[in-house]
T-cell receptor
Framework: GAGVSQTPSNKVTEKGKYVELRCDPI?????LYWYRQSLGQGPEFLIY????????DSGLPNDRFFAVRPEGSVSTLKIQRTERGDSAVYLC???????????FGPGTRLLVL | SQKIEQNSEALNIQEGKTATLTCNYT??????LQWYRQDPGRGPVFLLL?????KEKRKERLKVTFDTTLKQSLFHITASQPADSATYLC?????????FGKGTTLSVSS
């Protein structure tokens, strides 16, 4: 079956611009996670959705970052007033339920110039 | 603070040998520990999960051990092949989401 998909695969933007990153989880997976991975580091947790609600957003670095999952399936990570330090790979993962195996998408490579 | 360390950034071995990767953690009492494989430009792929009451787990050429007293997990790949070359990440799930180590990049030369 289809895995987790993320679009776009690459995004180049200028400092100060707004970006949206999309995640399509595996069908039927109620839990969805966003992680951020910098070069040479492991993924770092950003936010977790259970269904439509953000159950844990403690990993979001500041209020420029926001994510939604309005219908409990597709999720969008939104970054306002991007900064060069936001450049990283943004990974999405989904699982059947919390604490089940997480399946990752290929990531969106964000470069802020 | 909670910390996960994979103490080798890179490991180079010859084909056919056994690769051993180490993961140490502090200030956690995890119920289980997971290992993932990540290829360049790809997301992590789940390999194995070992629970706190399991000393060892095997899957084909992979073997994972978990010592909760030492707070350490060892990940072994036997009869390594060039196709095993990748970055291997260990991860814990202390609460809501996975906490990952930095990873060890394994290179297997033929």
């Amino acid at each position: 079956g289809a895995g987790v998909s993320q679009t776009p695969s690459n995004k180049v933007t200028e400092k100060g611009k707004y970006v949206e990153l999309r995640c399509d989880p595996i069908s039927g997976h109620t839990a969805l996670y966003w992680y951020r991975q910098s070069l040479g580091q492991g993924p770092e947790f950003l936010i977790y959705f259970q269904g439509t609600g953000a159950a844990d957003d403690s990993g979001l670095p500041n209020d420029r970052f926001f994510a939604v999952r309005p219908e409990g399936s597709v999720s969008t990570l939104k970054i306002q007033r991007t900064e060069r330090g936001d450049s990283a790979v943004y990974l999405c993962a989904s699982s059947l339920d919390r604490r089940e195996t997480q399946y990752f998408g290929p990531g969106t490579r964000l470069l802020v110039l | 603070s909670q910390k996960i360390e994979q103490n080798s950034e890179a490991l180079n071995i010859q084909e056919g040998k056994t690769a051993t990767l180490t993961c140490n953690y502090t200030n956690y009492s995890p119920a289980y520990l997971q290992w993932y494989r990540q290829d360049p430009g790809r997301g992590p792929v789940f390999l194995l999960l070992i629970r706190e009451n399991e000393k060892e787990k095997r899957k084909e050429r992979l073997k994972v051990t978990f010592d909760t007293t030492l707070k350490q997990s060892l990940f072994h790949i036997t009869a390594s092949q060039p196709a095993d070359s990748a970055t291997y990440l260990c991860a814990l799930l202390p609460g809501t989401a996975l906490i990952f180590g930095k990873g060890t990049t394994l290179s297997v030369s033929s």
